[in-house]
């Protein structure tokens, strides 16, 4: 069921960012690339963690994360690792495992998984796993660029694994060692970045609010302390049950990045402005969405447990028709009379959407299934659908039930569940 959720909100993604943005294109780029390209990138060099161990009780904790969960007086992000090694120890900051307060000095840790190509393991053979989507897009720019005959503003996004060696992982799905993101690079003009950036930020606040994510548990975490190849970078980030958490990313990432594989690469970035005939290497606009995250988001929103009007109570899954793993569930009154039937209204609706079938317990256990797993809409099939040709659809959230020939049956779901 897990996979069926994470389908939708992929698919929901690649409607908004690639179907419906003008001039996208989807990419699916390799995972193991030429390490210069990570050189090129900064991540050899500078993708770590800063982290530190009690001495006490021998864990180890990222420096920032332990700031951050003392105060919001200081970012720990705008501070050098020896400015937070002060600060911890200035304010006794406890270690979240033994409660003391005696830890090493700060070591940088490199995040990124290393292994190896071809037969022998040295240092020349080393590859490494991608810690980022975004390079497979930098690296593969010309090529998008030439082939769809793209110009100058366009897109490239991808849906892919990402991998770090991360030390902390934790709280469900939020920071994992393997994830997939869902990255859109729009390639455009120097000078024209900024207000492409301010338009991005909004453009993925509205897609998590129409996903089903209440504007009021989303906020904008704008930058104070920017990477240096940076101008601009905001987090959009979600109320989790354990605090505020990023979900996504807009950065002005300029040109950093292409200039960086032209100089690692010796192969020119440039594009050719057709119309001005101008020479120039573009500027990037990032959009990042972390689907794992997203989708725990999702979770969190969408469960209930609720208390019905009779007093009994219901756990229920909300979520929006299109994230739900399945669409419709299909259920005979009685499965001695109407199962052949409901067999068949299943088998002919499997074709459009994913659909259950359920034939065991009373009706009303067989609604809270559905309503536990999130399923929008339950059929039942009964003498009416043998002798009429009409079934009852049962709403998950307002559990009303309306009448509808079965001609009518697939239409009626099918707008229901357009995202
Ligand atoms: N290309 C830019 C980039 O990778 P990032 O902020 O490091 O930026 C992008 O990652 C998104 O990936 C984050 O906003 C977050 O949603 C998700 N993400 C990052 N690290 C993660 C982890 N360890 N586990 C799950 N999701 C993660």
């Known amino acids: 069921r897990s996979s069926r959720i994470k389908n939708s909100v992929k698919d929901a993604w690649r409607k908004r960012f690639i179907q419906e943005n003008d001039n996208s294109f989807e990419l699916d780029a390799a995972i193991l690339m030429h390490p210069r390209v990570w050189e090129a990138s900064g991540h050899v060099g500078g993708f770590s963690d800063p982290l530190v161990d009690c ?15 003392f105060t919001s007086d200081v970012i720990p992000d705008t501070m050098t690792d020896e400015e937070m090694i002060n600060y911890i120890r200035e304010n006794n900051i406890p270690c979240p495992k033994c409660g003391k307060s005696n830890y090493t000095d700060i070591r940088e840790f490199n995040l990124m998984f290393e292994t190896h190509r071809g037969v022998i393991k040295d240092d020349k053979s080393v590859v490494y796993l991608r810690p980022e989507n975004a390079q497979g897009e930098y690296v593969n720019f010309l090529n998008v660029q030439r082939t769809m005959r793209a110009k100058v503003p366009f897109g490239i996004g991808q849906i892919g694994k990402a991998f770090r060696n991360e030390i902390t992982p934790g709280n469900f799905t ?3 060692i393997e994830f997939e993101q869902m990255e859109h ?8 970045d900024l207000e492409i950036y301010e338009h991005y930020k909004e453009y993925a606040k509205k897609f ?3 996903l089903g994510l209440p504007e009021e548990k989303l906020r904008f975490h704008d930058h104070d302390k920017l990477v240096f190849y940076a101008s601009a970078a905001c987090d959009i980030e979600y109320k989790y049950p354990f605090g505020y958490g990023e979900l996504n990313g807009t950065h002005d990432r300029t040109d950093y990045d292409l200039s960086q594989h032209q100089k690692f690469s010796g192969k020119a970035q440039d594009y050719l ?16 969405v972390g689907c794992d995250r997203l989708v725990l988001a999702l979770l969190c929103e969408a469960y209930e447990e609720q208390t019905l009007e009779d007093g009994s109570t219901r756990e229920v ?4 028709p299109f994230i739900a793993p399945y669409k419709v569930a299909v259920l005979p009154l009685v499965k001695k009379f109407h199962s052949e039937k409901a067999n068949e209204v299943y088998r002919e609706l499997s074709k459009y959407f994913m659909c259950t079938y359920d034939e065991s317990g009373n009706i009303g256990k067989r609604y809270r299934r559905e309503d536990v797993i999130g399923t929008p809409y339950c059929i039942t099939i009964d ?3 043998l002798n009429n040709n009409t079934v009852t659809i049962r709403d998950r959230d307002t559990m009303e039930q309306i009448t509808l020939s079965l001609d009518e049956v697939k239409d009626y779901i099918k707008e229901k569940i357009e995202f």
């Open 174 to 176: 939020f920071r994992t």
């Open 317 to 320: 899954m909300h979520f929006k």
């Open 208 to 210: 998590f609010i129409d």
């Open 383 to 385: 003498d009416e659908t």
């Open 273 to 288: 402005d057709p119309e001005t005939n101008e020479k120039y290497i573009p500027y990037v606009v990032e959009s990042t």
């Open 55 to 69: 001495k006490e009780c021998k864990t180890r904790h990222r420096a920032d994360h332990l700031i951050e969960g």
């Open 185 to 192: 690079q729009l390639f455009c003009k120097p000078g024209t």
